[in-house]
C-alpha cells in the first residue's frame, strides 16, 4: 500500500511542484494517474520510486522511499516517460538488470517482446522512438516487481501496440502487484484501470475506485469526470 500524507516536493524551495499531497493507494490495483501538464504527475512517480527526495510522511508498504533500502528497490520499477539510452541490445540491458531483481522473469520479457514486435538483437540507439519505448517497457515488465510506475507509456506507440501493451499489462494484475500509469492519453487506459487519482494544484482531488466515481458522478467515463473536475470544456 502506498500511503502519503503532507508530502511536498519541489526543484525550487520556494516553488513546489508537488504540495501537502495526502494519498491512500491500496495495493492490488491499476491506478490511473490524471492531470494537467505540469501539475506534477512525472514528480510524483518519481518521488514514490525514490528517485527523488520529498518531505513530509510517505512510505510503499511501510517503506520510506528516501532510504532507498535494497528490499524497496528490488520491489518497484519506474518507467520514466524519457529514459537514458545506452548503446546495446535489450538483451544486453536484460543481462545487466535481471540480477538486480529477484523477481525478473525471462518468460515475460520474452513474451513482451514477442508481443510488441520488438527485436531483441537490434541497438536501442538504431531503434525508433517507438521501438524503443516498447523495448523498455519489456524490460521494466519482465523485472516482475508488486510496484510498476509507468509515465506516459504509450507515447510514441501506434494503435496496435497500445492494444498489445493493455494486453500485457492486463496479464500481470494480480492482488498482490500495483501498477500506477500516468498519462495524458485516458483514452489508451480504458478497459484497463480500475481506480482513478486526479491531480489539480490543491493536491489530489479525487481518487476512487471506477465503481464508487460511477455512483457518484452517474459515469464511469474518466474523460468526462476528469473535465469536470478541473474545468476544462
Known sequence: MI???????????????????????????????????????????????????????????????????????????????????????????ARVTRP??????????????????????????????????????SLSLACNTPYILMDEPTNGMDIPSKSCFRKLVANMIDEQRTIIISTHQVDDLEGLIDYVTIMENDGIILSDSLEAIGQKYGTEDIKQVFCQLVNIE
Open 100 to 137: 538486480l531483481y529477484p523477481t525478473f522473469s525471462d518468460e515475460i520479457l520474452r513474451q513482451a517482446l514477442d508481443e510488441l514486435h520488438v527485436p531483441a538483437d537490434q541497438k536501442l540507439t538504431n531503434m525508433s522512438l517507438g521501438q524503443q519505448k516498447k523495448a523498455l517497457i
Open 3 to 93: 500511503k502519503a500524507h503532507n508530502l511536498t516536493y519541489g526543484y525550487i524551495q520556494v516553488q513546489p511542484v508537488l504540495k501537502h499531497i495526502d494519498l491512500d493507494m491500496p495495493a492490488g490495483h491499476v491506478y490511473g494517474l490524471l492531470g494537467r501538464n505540469g501539475i506534477g504527475k512525472s514528480t510524483m512517480l518519481k518521488v514514490l520510486s525514490g528517485a527523488l527526495i520529498g518531505q513530509g510522511d510517505y512510505t510503499v508498504d511501510g517503506r520510506d522511499p528516501r532510504r532507498r533500502e535494497v528490499e524497496f528497490q528490488q520491489s518497484i520499477r519506474l518507467i520514466p516517460e524519457n529514459e537514458a539510452l545506452y548503446d546495446i541490445t535489450i538483451q544486453d540491458y
